[in-house]
């Protein structure tokens, strides 16, 4: 089963920011936090990850909480080109597995 | 940007019949993996390889299924004789090194099992 859970859907308007939460309370030191998203008949995309610290990249930011156990991907303008499931998948040191949850769907809205 | 590819994109069998998906990884990377996602449903890990060895694999990856690298950039995944089950569409993805590091994942192949 998956470690982390995430709310089922959201939605947001167009060009407005976007926080997705994760809750993965059963992290340890050593664990990730992955970001993915996946369009529609598409494979999964890599969004963005992070361990301790928030970190940046071109498509989003990754606030991870002091104590780990929640973290939130900011899409910092919505378009309706992110309309997608997002995944946030806690990847554990010495698998080599991702167990991915049922993730959030986006809606943006025009 | 590098990226990895997948063919075919969409192949249809008859139940029994052996299948071959076939990925390209990102030429760097040394780990490859196989996902598989039924319809409407989560996205399932199948196996992992590295250094021609499968490094850990799931209940879902029995006997009929199998992979192999035959050369230095392909990366096969094997369905013996395929199930009406087995309809799904599969990922493969690779990785630099395991699971701590970013896995790439390709755009799919949807198999039809009828």
């Known amino acids: 089963d998956a470690k982390t859970t995430q709310p089922n859907s959201m939605e947001s308007n167009e060009e407005e920011p976007v926080h997705l939460p994760c809750n993965h309370s059963?992290?340890?030191?050593?664990?990730?936090i992955h970001w993915y998203r996946q369009l529609p008949s598409q494979g999964p995309e890599y969004v963005i990850h992070?361990?301790?610290s928030n970190v940046n990249n071109r498509m989003a930011s990754l606030a991870i909480a002091e104590d780990r156990k929640s973290s939130t991907l900011i899409l910092h303008r919505a378009t309706l080109r992110d309309a997608a499931v997002y995944y946030c998948?806690?990847?554990?040191?010495?698998?080599?597995?991702?167990?991915f949850g049922t993730g959030t769907r986006l809606k943006v809205l025009a | 940007e590098p990226e990895v590819t997948q063919t075919p994109s969409h192949q249809v069998t008859q139940m029994g019949q052996e299948v071959i998906l076939r990925c390209v990884p990102i030429?760097?990377?040394?780990?490859f993996y196989w996902y598989r996602q039924i319809l409407g449903q989560k996205v399932e890990f199948l196996v992992s390889?590295?250094?021609?060895?499968?490094?850990?694999k799931s209940e879902i990856f029995d006997d009929q299924f199998s992979v192999e690298r035959p050369d230095g950039s392909n990366f096969t995944l094997k369905i013996r004789s395929t199930k009406l089950e087995d309809s799904a569409m599969y990922f493969c993805a690779s990785s630099a090194s395991p699971a701590q590091e970013t896995q790439y994942f390709g755009p799919g192949t949807r198999l039809l099992v009828l």
């Open positions: 998948i806690q990847t554990t040191s010495g698998t080599y597995k991702y167990i």
């Open positions: 059963t992290i340890s030191g050593t664990d990730y």
């Open positions: 030429s760097n990377h040394l780990y």
């Open positions: 390889f590295y250094n021609n060895e499968i490094s850990e």
């Open positions: 992070g361990l301790t």
